[in-house]
């Protein structure tokens, strides 16, 4: 199985184009032309780290490279130059591509050994046919917020184990995430096999992506909660209509889904759980947080969802093979499940998201999900989104505390801010067991979203 031999399997060129930020690219081109030019097969049977800038052109090369690289490693833009070097020895790569001409976003890998071929949106003539000679394997690097990312191994089945199938009419996609990370290379992967896919750029606005997606005729569009309230917040998400809506990379609480419905009342909004390691687990679209009890243990299901001592698991064809490095620790446990890390709560016959295992807020000694309570903020009808992190306390080691940003026109004046900041404090006090409720509450502008599109979060 590779990319182009699939895309191309009815015996005719793929009909969709990806909309770059500077270019639109024709995927039917491809058939006779190369972004990567002689480069292409100096690098058939390398191990490459993809470190360009451009998404456009990072795009191009994961098609162009699937089926005749032996492994393909792809960085995101914002990886740090420290990392670069270990995910270089790792990796096993000795090879790496960056952007034609500048170079631009290559910064980390400069100075690397191995050979370097510049690429970008321009096609050359391809010369020969394309032809398959190696299963490529994809190398995702996870996105936690400190520390040198992991490795993760997938193949192109693996990432493409969860697609059924679509709409009958092409489909044109957007999506908020990076392609060089899992939830945005789903998306483009998606996009590859049933139409076509906007792209985002770091370098652009909220406002200026979703023009170009309105001027697409965008159909799907996804991205992580936080980019779809940021997205609410600059008043452009008016410009779109879509049929469907996607959210993941996040928990979906029950405020960001009823505010995408009321933002999107003829589309389907689905949340979607996925992870780097785990793959695709589940989609929901019901309209509700959480997801249906009834999804844990389901006989004959793609996925086997399992929740052990209060901790999703997930099994199926769309988990990693592993990690890779020297002291790379185990992907799957004795039961070949993947431990995600995501805590769940059952509750009336459906299992909530209350947050990390990592990220506990511990107060005395009991434990605090900054996500449950930011769930119960964010309900407020004057809140956009909130950041609960911890602060220092001589007397029980750490408190919670709360950074909210307001929906525009929610309070206007200082006693305004003071009378609203009350009734969000009363309706943490009746939801939540004391030591859960804030203990101060800040009004922000906005909240800090990093280059995979979460909040950025302290250490707890």
Not at 181 to 197: E, F, K, P, T, W
Not at 298 to 319: F, K
Not at 329 to 347: I, N, Y
Request: glycine fraction near 12%; charge should be neutral.
């Amino acid at each position: 199985m590779w990319l182009w031999g699939s895309l191309t399997a009815s015996g005719a060129p793929p009909s969709g184009c990806l909309h770059g930020a500077g270019a639109r690219i024709e995927l039917a081109t491809l058939a006779g032309a190369s972004s990567l030019g002689e480069g292409l097969e100096a690098l058939r049977g390398r191990t490459v780290l993809i470190a360009a800038g451009d998404p456009l052109t990072a795009a191009l090369a994961l098609i162009e490279l699937d089926g005749v690289a032996r492994r393909m490693v792809l960085c995101p833009p914002d990886l740090s130059g420290a990392h670069a070097p270990a995910v270089m020895r790792d990796s096993g790569a000795d090879a790496y591509l960056t952007d034609a001409g500048a170079d631009a976003g290559a910064a980390a890998v400069r100075g690397l050994e191995g050979l370097h071929v510049s690429a970008g949106p321009a096609l050359q003539a391809l010369g020969l046919a394309r032809r398959h000679s190696h299963d490529t394997e994809w190398i995702l690097l996870t996105s936690g917020t400190s520390g040198a990312p992991k490795l993760v191994q997938h193949t192109l089945a693996s990432l493409t184990s969860a697609f059924s199938a679509e709409e009958a009419s092409p489909l044109v996609w957007g999506t908020f995430y990076d392609i060089r990370r899992y939830g945005g290379l789903q998306i483009l992967l998606r996009a590859l096999y049933h139409g076509s896919l906007v792209l985002s750029s770091a370098a652009e606005s909220t406002a200026d992506f979703l023009a170009r997606a309105a001027a697409a005729g965008v159909t799907h569009i996804s991205g992580t909660p936080s980019h779809w309230r940021r997205a609410l917040m600059s008043g452009a998400a008016a410009r779109i209509s879509p049929r469907y809506v996607r959210l993941s990379g996040e928990i979906a609480d029950q405020a960001i889904l009823d505010s995408l419905r009321r933002a999107f009342p003829q589309a389907i909004v689905a949340h979607a759980f996925a992870s780097t390691e785990a793959g695709v687990g589940f989609e929901v679209r019901d309209g509700l947080a959480g997801f249906p009890a009834a999804l844990v243990g389901a006989p004959g299901a793609a996925v086997d969802i399992d929740v052990a001592g209060g901790t999703l698991r997930l099994r199926s064809a769309g988990n990693a093979t592993g990690y890779l490095g020297a002291h790379a620790p185990a992907l799957k446990d004795s039961d070949g499940f993947v431990e995600t890390g995501d805590r769940v709560e059952l509750r009336d016959g459906r299992y909530v998201f209350i947050g990390r295992g990592g990220g506990v807020i511990n107060v005395g000694g009991l434990k605090v999900y900054p996500e449950e309570v930011e769930a119960i903020i964010n309900a407020h009808p004057g809140v956009r989104m909130s950041l609960v992190e911890p602060r220092r306390s001589p007397i029980t080691g750490a408190v919670v505390t709360a950074q909210v940003v307001l929906i525009e026109g929610a309070a206007a004046g200082a006693r305004a801010e003071e009378l609203l900041k009350g009734e969000i404090m009363q309706a943490c006090r009746r939801q939540l067991a004391a030591h859960k409720v804030p203990m101060s509450i800040r009004i922000v502008p906005a909240l800090e979203v990093s280059a995979s599109g979460k909040l950025v979060r302290p250490d707890a």
